[in-house]
């Protein structure tokens, strides 16, 4: 039997950081592959459970998640994307050419109506994704007005004729999508001014109040976040910046290989498995360099940041659509996405939201529907955003990782090896772990310290390979257990499974 590692977690239960917005556990869903239509929507005349064409297990499992937002319809999608064409009765709704993903032909069953329904549903609100590449600043006011306008505007009086007489709350904007390539290929100072034109027109229209988000950069190019800062003329924050935006974004995927070659998501090499847990974590890294640009421009950090593409990018399955971006789903992913939370809660206090790319069938996604069976799947990420649902809206404290195995060295990087960050709320604690070793245990010591802790309990998420997965024969190849707790005269004491995920819940006082 393999010996474990050690590793000693200091945690000053009173010394509270930033809070962890809920926000940060965001989802995306675009009119990409079988995201949509065969992910979220079935039609009415589906055999599948469904209220007005949206499928009911997927909602049912997103609600156990707590999900906080949506953002749709894209993505690349959202630039070609004419939100007319998805409203009014849908036999009459014209077809449109989906030329990013597949050149697929779509008939608009899904629009803005069904989307909102679809956020209704899920008690989630909703993030709208406007057209900047191939739209008009007309054409995205008009869309704010059809969705949050009351009286008798032209835009209010077209959505009661199409059915709804109350507006809807829309908390989140986003002013186009990846405007330095399939959003316009435009230039950073082109598009701050173009982002400070239609941010202008998205106008606030009665109580409800728009969360402007500016499309951001690709990884760390932070020349693109800079021109975003100085479009907003607010150096030191000299003023508030009303009617403009109030947000920036950017975006990070985990990709091992070029993108020619990416990998596969379900046969792969340990030392691949270490580069891609060497990837994730550099995504602090890009996080802490925008950050210090924006800090720069905004001390007192009233512009948030937003990371609303974010998860790992493999090969397609072999046999399916490559347009579509379906891919299995491993241990190995929901390993990625324990990084990604511990580094967003520890920059809570600049970062506000993120989205996770994709919510079904499309990228890393939650969950998974079978064409064939009708099945669905939870993925082993799923389980992670589950098991993690004790950090939303709760305060951080720092997990200073004082010992821990040496950090591993891959393809020219290092990994370290244990993962952790902590937050308490309502009278409870949560710590998130993380073993990244693939072959050892890890002994882990939380010292918890400053309130008095009781009522210990775990829960691990691990299998015996890396590679481990769920698909409709085995649903549950992948899903959380119960975790022994134990406790000594050093705090609490776990033992983590290599490759594992886990959580510990505690009481304070």
């Known amino acids: 039997m393999t010996t474990p590692a050690e590793a000693r977690i200091v945690i000053n239960l009173d010394v509270p950081g930033a809070v962890i917005s809920r926000h940060l556990y965001g989802h995306f869903a675009e009119h990409l592959g079988r995201c949509i239509y065969g992910g979220f929507w079935v039609g009415e005349d589906s055999d599948i459970p469904n209220e007005g064409g949206i499928r009911l297990d997927v909602v049912d499992a997103l609600k156990r998640l707590g999900i906080p937002n949506l953002r749709w319809p894209g993505g690349c999608f959202a630039d070609e994307y004419h939100w007319r064409d998805g409203i009014g009765p849908k036999e009459e709704r014209p077809r449109m050419v989906n030329t990013h993903w597949g050149d697929v032909e779509e008939n608009n069953h899904f629009g803005t109506h069904e989307f909102m329904q679809l956020c ?142 990416k990998g596969s998501a379900t046969e792969f090499s340990i030392d691949e498995y270490y580069t891609t847990m060497s990837k994730a974590q550099e995504v602090e890294r890009v996080l802490q360099a925008h950050a210090t640009i924006m800090d720069a421009y905004d001390p007192g950090k009233r512009i948030g940041l937003v990371l609303d593409e974010w998860g790992t990018w493999w090969d397609v399955e072999p046999g399916t659509n ?64 589950e098991m993690n649902r004790g950090h939303h809206d709760a305060t951080s404290v720092a997990a200073h990782i004082v010992a821990k195995p040496d950090a591993r060295a891959t393809d020219g990087r290092t990994v370290e090896l244990v993962s952790a960050s902590a937050s308490v709320k309502d009278g409870a604690g949560l710590v998130s772990l993380s073993n990244l070793d693939a072959e050892v245990p890890l002994d882990v010591v939380l010292d918890l310290r400053g309130l008095t802790v009781s009522g210990a309990s775990g829960r691990v998420l691990a299998a015996a390979d890396v590679a481990a997965h769920n698909d409709p024969s085995a649903p549950d190849a992948v899903a959380p257990a119960a975790l022994q707790v134990t406790v000594d005269g050093q705090g609490l004491r776990v033992t983590l499974p290599p490759s594992s995920f886990a959580t510990v819940s505690f009481e304070v006082a």
């Open 120 to 261: 209704e549903l899920l008690g989630a609100d909703p993030y709208v994704n406007g057209n900047v590449g191939s739209g008009t600043v007309q054409e995205m006011s008009e869309w704010v007005e059809y969705l949050t306008r009351a009286g008798d505007s032209p835009m209010a009086r077209l959505r009661r004729e199409n059915g709804r007489e109350e507006p809807w709350r829309v908390p989140f904007w986003g002013i186009g999508n990846e405007a330095w390539g399939c959003g316009g290929n435009m230039s950073a100072d082109h598009y701050a001014n173009e982002a400070r034109r239609y941010a202008t027109f998205c106008r606030d229209h009665g109580d409800n109040r728009l969360y402007r988000i500016a499309a951001g950069a690709a990884d760390d190019d932070v020349r693109w976040t800079r021109s975003l800062m100085e479009a907003l003329n607010c150096l030191g924050c000299q003023r508030e910046p009303k009617s403009i935006f109030q947000a920036v974004s950017f975006h990070y995927y985990t990709i091992t290989g070029p993108w020619e070659h």
């Open 322 to 385: 490559p347009g579509f971006l379906y891919q299995q789903n491993t241990m190995r992913d929901a390993l990625v996405a324990g990084v990604h939370f511990d580094v967003f809660h520890r920059h809570a206090d600049r970062l506000t939201m993120a989205t996770i790319a994709q919510t079904v069938n499309v990228l890393q996604a939650m969950i998974l529907t079978d064409e064939e069976s009708g099945a669905l799947v939870l993925t082993p990420t799923y389980h992670v955003f």
